[in-house]
């Protein structure tokens, strides 16, 4: 069943495949055949809309190494080719532009900036403590993203979406725990809505009424004192006023990684339905939908079974069902759903973990969560790689090889990346920049 949105762009059905950060760039941080050959495998595979990974608008604040920057330094080619191949089977293929603010791993800056000086707590020391932005460098972020969405349509791409999730820098602004500042980027919620309300008008402005513009945004950070449920309501309705196309519903940050299920302490004990337990967010999706009248609505998270899937979107309780990890592991699962013929999508997540024992008996439940949490992703990270290379998934994997793998890859990226963390950048807009 095909979806219009509000700004006359037509998805052909209603899965989607969500972001994941590929860490495929070239040394100048540019996208490779990789993409190419990874998202040529995914457009065939059925999906109305693939969401790329995390493309950063600047290259001293990396989410990971790897990550594709776009700036002022070229690069063109390539997106062309990777919107090329990923839009091959007549799909969307919309960039995710995001920055890290403080969720930036020393490997790729020891000096990250946030909304205020708070520092991430857990993470066993990999992302360094940041210093607060100034209200000028707080503006050419927010050029920086449009420049980065008047690329991405340049260059192919057909939407663009606005990651304010997960605990990256838009959501650290929109977070009472992160965002301490006294001025107008910080305090009452309407001041902490100001820089995704305002990265949204630039990005806008850029792109033109005519171009799907999209935003992540979490349904709450499940922690004490952050990003509640309410204030994610009214920031939805907020962005609907203003014309957002999509609202994609994930929710969690590194402290607390909520869209992958865990939830932790701070999810209220209640019981919940089997569906409901399936997929993480569907419990916010009519509070949602009552508040954000007529906008599209996407949910992420969890979803494994074609059957639920079809309820939700058929009793118009969600309008696209957003599908991540399962990709790693079957890129055309979207025309096995859509042709009936499957019924379970892939859950290796289950059984990837390090083991107590392993661990130590000294290792705080905390430790063991984030070394878990690390392990998951680092082995969906190498299926990308296997398939950004034509092969086939490595089901085999062990959730150690994974990770240790992982970072040793990641360190061989840093050292052979040309940009050295802290050296000063000419900008994209043309504005000053400092290191
Ligand atoms: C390997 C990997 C990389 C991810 N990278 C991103 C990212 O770049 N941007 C983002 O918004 N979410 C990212 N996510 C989160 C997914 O988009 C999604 O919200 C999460 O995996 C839950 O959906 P699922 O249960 O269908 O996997 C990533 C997840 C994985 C497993």
């Given at each position: 069943m095909p979806l219009t949105l509000p700004c006359g762009a037509v998805l052909e059905n209603r899965l989607a495949k969500g972001a994941m950060t590929e860490g495929l760039a070239d040394v100048n941080d540019n996208a490779t055949g990789r993409h190419e050959t990874l998202y040529g495998r995914w457009s065939d595979g059925g999906a109305g809309m693939l969401l790329t990974g995390n493309v950063m608008v600047d290259r001293r604040y990396l989410e990971r190494p790897g990550n594709v920057v776009i700036d002022a330094n070229g690069g063109h080619d390539s997106l062309r080719r990777w919107a090329a191949a990923g839009t091959r089977a007549g799909n969307h293929l919309w960039m995710q532009i995001s920055h890290p603010g403080r969720q930036c791993t020393r490997m790729s800056s020891s000096h990250p900036v946030s909304p205020s000086s708070e520092k991430l707590e857990g993470m066993m020391g990999l992302m360094a403590p940041p210093r607060a932005l100034e209200v000028w460098e707080i503006e050419d972020v927010i050029r920086r993203f449009a420049h980065v969405a008047r690329t991405a349509k340049e260059t192919g791409f057909t939407g663009v979406q606005i990651h304010s999730a997960h605990g990256y820098l838009a959501s650290q602004f929109l977070s009472p725990r992160a965002n301490r500042r006294t001025d107008e980027w910080g305090g009452s919620l309407r001041n902490r809505a100001r820089f995704v309300l305002e990265v949204y008008k630039a990005v806008r402005e850029a792109v033109g009424s005519d171009f799907p513009v999209a935003a992540k945004l979490n349904s709450a950070d499940f922690q004490k004192g952050g990003f509640s449920k309410e204030e994610s309501v009214q920031v939805a309705r907020w962005l609907a006023e203003l014309g957002l196309d999509l609202i994609e519903i994930s929710g969690g940050t590194y402290e607390q990684l909520a869209s992958f299920g865990d939830k932790g302490d701070a999810l209220e004990k209640k019981a919940e339905s089997t569906r409901r337990r399936e997929a993480y967010f569907l419990e916010y999706a009519r509070d949602m939908r009552a508040a954000i009248d007529g906008m599209p609505l996407m949910?992420?998270?969890?979803?494994?079974?074609?059957?639920?899937?079809?309820?939700?979107?058929?009793?118009?309780?969600?309008?696209?069902?957003g599908i991540a990890r399962p990709f790693c592991v079957e890129t055309d699962l979207a025309k096995g759903i859509l042709g009936g013929s499957s019924e379970v999508l892939p859950t290796p997540e289950k059984s990837l973990r390090l083991g107590p024992g392993l661990l130590g008996r000294a290792s705080s439940v905390r430790t063991i969560r984030t070394l878990n949490g690390q392990a998951e992703v680092a082995w969906f990270y190498r299926q990308i790689?296997?398939?950004?290379?034509?092969?086939?998934?490595?089901?085999?994997?062990?959730?150690?090889?994974?990770?240790?793998?992982?970072?040793?890859?990641?360190?061989?990226?840093?050292?052979?990346?040309?940009?050295?963390?802290?050296?000063?950048?000419?900008?994209?807009?043309?504005?000053?920049?400092?290191?």
């Open positions: 949910i992420t998270g969890g979803f494994r079974t074609p059957d639920l899937m079809r309820e939700v979107v058929d009793s118009g309780e969600v309008d696209v069902i790689i296997e398939l950004s290379e034509g092969r086939e998934p490595v089901l085999s994997l062990g959730a150690w090889s994974a990770m240790v793998g992982h970072f040793a890859r990641e360190a061989g990226i840093v050292r052979r990346r040309r940009f050295k963390a802290q050296k000063p950048l000419a900008l994209a807009s043309g504005t000053e920049s400092q290191g």
